[in-house]
């Protein structure tokens, strides 16, 4: 029965263990994921790499608006062959 005990509180030390060491391990995993994609983002537009940027929906109407007029002058207008 003693050989069993210590045989358990031996396994509860591995697992703890590992335990330490996995976790930190995840962590720094994380850390770098998040860091990796905080990266500049270029988006390939007409052939032409262009840098992503962050701005406001009201930025953005005008330029939305005239690529929906656009859009669907293209699709209404155009006959497909």
């Known amino acids: 029965m003693i050989r069993q ?4 509180d031996m396994t509860f030390k ?7 060491v996995l976790i930190p ?9 998040i860091y990796y994609c905080l ?12 840098l992503a940027t962050v701005s406001s929906h009201r ?4 330029v939305e608006a005239s690529d929906h007029i656009r859009a669907f002058h293209e699709s209404f207008f155009i006959c497909p062959q």
Request: glycine share 6%; hydrophobic share 55%.
């Open 5 to 8: 005990l210590k045989n358990l």
């Open 14 to 20: 591995h697992v703890r263990l590992f335990t330490a």
């Open 25 to 33: 391990a995840c962590m720094m995993f994380a850390g770098f994921c």
């Open 39 to 50: 990266k500049k983002v270029y988006v390939l537009a007409n052939g032409k790499a262009i």
């Open 59 to 62: 930025e953005n109407i005008p």
